[in-house]
C-alpha cells in the first residue's frame, strides 16, 4: 500500500512544525499506523537549517511524553511533487509556500492547507508564534496542536 506523507510547515522548523511532527507521530504510534505514514518538517525560512528545535519547544514536549528528534531544513520545490499533504501553520507560512510553489513547481499533486483547518477545542485560526515569547507559549502552541494534528488524522483516517 501506498504510504500517506505529510509535511508540516511554519517559518523557522524550530518552534511550530516540528511539534506538529512529533505529536502526529506520538499518535500515530499509539493508534499503530506508522507504517502507514512518512512525516517530516520543513521552514518557509533559512535561518536555523540544520540545528535541533528550540529548547524551549522540546522540553514543553518532554513534558507530554513527545520526543522531537527533527533538524531544520528548508521547504524546496521537490516537496511539492514528494508529500501528499503540506500543512502550513499560520497565513503568512500558507502564503510564502503558495508563492514558492507558483515560482518554482508546476506540480499539483501536494494538498496545501493550514492545520488550524482541522481544529475542533481551540477557536484559533492560526497557530501562534511562541518564538519571542514566554515559556507559557509554547505549552499553548502544543495544546493547539494536539486538537488539530489529531482532527487532521481523523480527516484522512
Ligand atoms: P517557528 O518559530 O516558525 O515556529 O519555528 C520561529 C523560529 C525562529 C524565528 C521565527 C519564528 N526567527 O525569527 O528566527
Known amino acids: 500500500m501506498n504510504k500517506i506523507s505529510v509535511l508540516f510547515v511554519c517559518l523557522g522548523n524550530i518552534c511550530r512544525s516540528p511539534a506538529a511532527e512529533a505529536i502526529f507521530i506520538s ?3 499509539k493508534k499503530k499506523l506508522t507504517d502507514g505514514f512518512i512525516v517530516d518538517s520543513a521552514g518557509t525560512g533559512s535561518w536555523h537549517i540544520g540545528k ?3 529548547s524551549r519547544m522540546r522540553i514543553a514536549a518532554e513534558r507530554r ?3 522531537i528528534l527533527s533538524r531544520a531544513r528548508q521547504i524546496n520545490s521537490k516537496d511539492f511533487d514528494a508529500f501528499n499533504y503540506i500543512l502550513a501553520m499560520d497565513d503568512s507560512n500558507f502564503r510564502d509556500i503558495k508563492n514558492l510553489k507558483t515560482t518554482t513547481s508546476s506540480s499539483d499533486f501536494a494538498l496545501i492547507k493550514k492545520i488550524q483547518n482541522f481544529r475542533s477545542v481551540f477557536n484559533e485560526k492560526e497557530v501562534p508564534d511562541p518564538y519571542f515569547g514566554g515559556d507559557e507559549g509554547f505549552d499553548y502552541v502544543l495544546d493547539i496542536l494536539e486538537d488539530s494534528v ?3 488524522l481523523e480527516s484522512i483516517s
Open 27 to 29: 499518535l500515530l504510534k
Open 52 to 54: 535541533k528545535a528550540d
Open 65 to 67: 511524553d513527545i520526543n
Open 150 to 152: 489529531s482532527g487532521f
